[in-house]
């Protein structure tokens, strides 16, 4: 193992409550996967066989489009539909929502919040995975044992976004470690690392391994020296298995079907470059020779490749030394909790997620800064526009071109921002919530407290602004019920950039923003008079939350009977306020209505945010 790693001492008796680790064999009967439906179906997988063990280390080795991924992702419970075939563990029909308890996924990206620094992440995961049944002293000496182990003792301040990608690659799996689970699934674990980087990450999962785990990571092309760090392979071809055993029986097993991989040659690129027919079409009799890898099924032996004259090589002959240290202190990392859902309690969750989400927008200085100058800028920018027009009858019309352009100022100034943000970290959320940290409840409402303050604050700077230098009535009352409605739509806002982020891609989410609003922003009742609007589209405005910011707004400056205007020029054919809300249909409104559609609005769009959220993680399987 590398020099940071080997020079890290453990003291076992400073470790926490060492506790036996559960030994769980995963074995899979004709796995067949499909994509697509009628004319478009393509069979990935076929009827595809094999059991890994544990305490060993497994390699899924294939070329691009071989079905790696995908095997891993079935295996892993990640993908359910177009799947047949069956998964046990321990020989017994998998449980899938007791399987996502014991086991982690760690996908091929890190998908971290780069603004926590690498201790704050650890101390929430541990938060998280451990619960309350864990004190604090606890918690934080498996915090240190796991930066040791890591090799992340000295980075443990540091941002995440700062590392380097070995460095992340290590916290993505000491993150999964608190809850000591018991199959590891990894997918292109070195991708973007260089060799020594690799190295020590397939290093730290072998020591995993030894600890009585099942770990199961896919790679593409290994070099020979990484190769030694796996007790089993599983090599995939066209979708069906070719090989599965040891290491070191790979070559004689290639020999029986006449392919001689030279002396000098990385056995893994020889038998990729079989795989991709470099050396004929010999892949149908390398997967008939061990029948799609039912025979090792059958005989439920890694040891076993064939009933044939080949030599098994048992596991133990494997030259790698383990570091029998690391693999027994790892398995004190955690006491699960079957019979809850999650390790912690709801409000424990909601109470993590919502420090850890109030430090990752503060630190986002780029974002917060920018937002914060955008609404001065801009309210610096209308109040000189409309300057000093606010008691005027001869600029009454300007007035209300003014009050309905802030409703737009704050509608996207708080919609694009979560637009942006929400999709990037939808793939932490799916990691960390399909890895079983914490509930989608808890992390939804974590997320929509945590923005909260924010709406307030920068619509209340934008709004004083322009309140002010516009020279709107000197009244308190009024002031507070024109912010009420600012920060009203602004909430309505911020929930319609998180219905988008959860529901598509950033780039369709951006498109969808502004023009989605289209809508809702023509039946407000400033650009057309709401008793202009055709009888057939008569009940578009009562959904238009535009509508209700809008009425809410000239009620709020010209409502609750309002003396006459003065008026610069001879003659203002709108001194009386009541006359000029009789103009846009507004005399008779309510006020405090106006807050209720806002408020229903706000709580039907967080409402469809989180089912839609929920959707995508159920579709993604």
Not at 52 to 57: N, W
Not at 139 to 148: G, N, R, Y
Not at 188 to 212: K, N
Request: aromatic share 12%; with cysteine; net charge neutral.
């Amino acid at each position: 193992m590398d020099v940071e790693m080997q020079g890290t001492s453990l003291d076992l008796t400073a470790a926490p409550d060492v506790q036996s680790q559960a030994s769980l064999d995963l074995t899979f009967r004709d796995i067949c996967f499909t994509t697509g439906k009628g004319r478009n179906a393509k069979r990935i997988l076929n009827e595809i066989n094999g059991v890994f063990k544990s305490g060993q280390l497994t390699a899924i080795l294939g070329p691009s489009g071989a079905g790696k991924s995908s095997l891993m992702n079935i295996l892993a419970g990640l993908r359910t539909s177009g799947v047949e075939g069956q998964v046990y563990v321990n020989g017994v029909d998998r449980v899938l929502q007791t399987f996502r308890k014991q086991s982690v996924y760690i996908s091929q990206q890190d998908f971290l919040l780069t603004n926590l620094t690498v201790d704050e992440y650890m101390t929430s995961a541990a938060h998280l995975k451990l619960g309350n049944d864990c004190s604090e002293n606890e918690k934080l000496s498996k915090i240190e044992f796991v930066l040791k182990t890591l090799g992340l003792t000295k980075n443990r301040q540091t941002e995440i976004g700062c590392l380097s990608g070995g460095e992340c690659k290590r916290l993505s799996i000491g993150l999964e470690l608190f809850n000591n689970p018991d199959i590891l699934f990894l997918d292109e674990p070195t991708s973007g690392l260089d060799s020594s980087s690799s190295l020590q990450c397939v290093g730290l999962l072998r020591d995993i391994a030894r600890g009585g785990r099942t770990v199961v990571a896919s790679i593409h092309q290994p070099s020979s020296r990484m190769l030694d760090y796996f007790d089993h392979i599983y090599i995939v071809a066209g979708g069906s298995c070719i090989y599965q055993g040891p290491i070191g029986s790979l070559v004689p097993y290639l020999q029986q079907a006449n392919l001689y991989c030279p002396g000098y040659n990385n056995p893994a690129d020889f038998v990729m470059d079989v795989a991709c027919g470099e050396y004929g079409d010999v892949i149908s009799e390398l997967v008939s020779s061990i029948e799609n890898g039912r025979l090792i099924y059958q005989a439920n032996s890694t040891s076993v490749i064939s009933t044939q004259s080949l030599d098994p090589v048992s596991v133990d002959e494997n030259p790698i030394v383990d570091n029998r240290d690391v693999a027994v202190t790892l398995m004190a990392l955690g006491k699960r909790k079957e019979k809850q859902n999650y390790p912690a309690p709801f409000h424990k969750q909601v109470a993590v997620l919502l420090g850890r989400t109030c430090r990752t927008i503060w630190r986002e200085k780029m974002l917060t800064t920018i937002r914060f100058f955008t609404h001065v800028v801009l309210g610096l920018l209308v109040g000189t526009m409309y300057w000093l027009g606010g008691n005027d009858a001869a600029f009454i019309l300007n007035n209300a071109s003014m009050l309905f352009f802030n409703l737009l100022v704050v509608l996207f100034a708080s919609t694009m921002p979560t637009v942006v943000t929400f999709p990037l970290e939808r793939k932490v959320l799916v990691r960390e919530h399909l890895n079983h940290w914490y509930s989608l409840k808890a992390y939804y409402l974590a997320k929509t407290i945590a923005d909260i303050p924010f709406q307030f604050l920068f619509p209340g700077i934008y709004m004083s602004i322009v309140y002010l230098m516009s020279n709107q009535p000197m009244s308190i009352e009024r002031y507070s019920m024109l912010l009420c409605i600012t920060i009203c739509l602004a909430l309505c806002g911020q929930g319609i950039g998180l219905l988008l982020g959860a529901i598509f891609d950033i780039q369709v989410a951006v498109f969808l923003a502004p023009t989605g609003c289209i809508p809702f922003v023509l039946f407000a009742g400033f650009l057309v008079n709401l008793n202009s609007v055709p009888y057939y589209m008569s009940w578009m405005p009562y959904l238009s939350f535009m509508r209700y910011g809008f009425e809410g707004s000239m009620l709020a400056i010209y409502g609750n009977d309002r003396p006459p205007l003065s008026c610069s020029k001879m003659y203002c054919h709108y001194r009386s306020p009541y006359n000029f809300l009789e103009q846009f249909d507004m005399a008779e409104s309510s006020y405090y209505w106006s807050v209720v559609g806002l408020m229903t609005f706000f709580l039907v769009v967080r409402v469809a945010g989180y089912f839609a959220l929920s959707f995508k993680l159920k579709f993604m399987r």
